[in-house]
């Protein structure tokens, strides 16, 4: 499975961010897609994952209503918008592909992408 992510980048606080991850590879539609970000001397947060088929979704309370993460199969693609976005969204984000939707523990990563938002 190969995972590429894109559309990290520079953005005011309060505004939105659009990641996109595009997947190839053998099976990949048999793992959830996740994503994760992190900041420099932290552990890698889990922002959301959301499964190929059905499309169902999973957040942690911390980005709960101003994340969402979709998919486009046609496209073998996954999204990840931000809205509403905050300092402390400020990261490298990573795209995964999980067995399972929930808990996503990763068996192939994507590259990083970074997204600043400034205050």
Known sequence: VQLQASGGGLVQAGGSLRLSCAASGRRFRDYAMGWFRQTPGKEREFVGA??????????????????????????????????????????????????????????????????????
């Open 50 to 119: 959301i499964t190929w088929t059905v499309g169902s979704t999973y957040y942690p309370d911390s980005v709960k209503g101003r994340f969402t993460i979709s998919r486009d199969n046609a496209k073998n693609t996954v999204y990840l918008q931000m809205d509403s976005l905050k300092p402390e969204d400020t990261a490298v984000y990573y795209c995964a592909a999980c067995r399972d939707l929930y808990p996503c523990r990763p068996s192939y990563w994507g590259q990083g992408t970074q997204v600043t938002v400034s205050s």
